[in-house]
């Protein structure tokens, strides 16, 4: 039976302990990017929410806009004020209704 030295069962300690010791580290190193992914990743989130929920209420305001448009470019709104200004009305061959 041979003895083992000293020096030989330290150094295999010592490596264990290292390999422990850069499991760990390396552990916290990817739960670390894990948890700031998702801390971006819900960022984004809110951000795109609130980009579509704007979008929404840019469109809403345009078909509004439309509208009011339409309303104020019908022949009863601009007659009045055609004949202030002194303008001619035009025929009605020359005039097109548009739909709401």
């Known amino acids: 039976m041979t003895k083992r030295t000293p020096t030989k069962r330290r150094s295999r300690q010592r490596r264990g302990r290292w390999i422990i010791a850069t499991l760990l580290i390396g552990f916290v190193v990817v739960a670390s990017a894990v948890i700031w992914r998702r801390s971006y990743g819900i960022t984004q989130a809110r951000e795109i929410n609130r980009l579509d929920q704007r979008m929404v209420q840019l469109e809403a305001e345009r078909g509004r806009l439309a509208a009011l448009i339409r309303d104020e470019s019908s022949l009863t709104q601009l007659g009045p004020v055609v004949q202030r200004l002194g303008m ?6 020359h005039v097109r209704n548009l739909s709401r």
Do not use: F, L, Q, S
Not at 88 to 93: E, G, H, S, T
């Open 88 to 93: 001619r009305v035009p025929d009605d061959a």
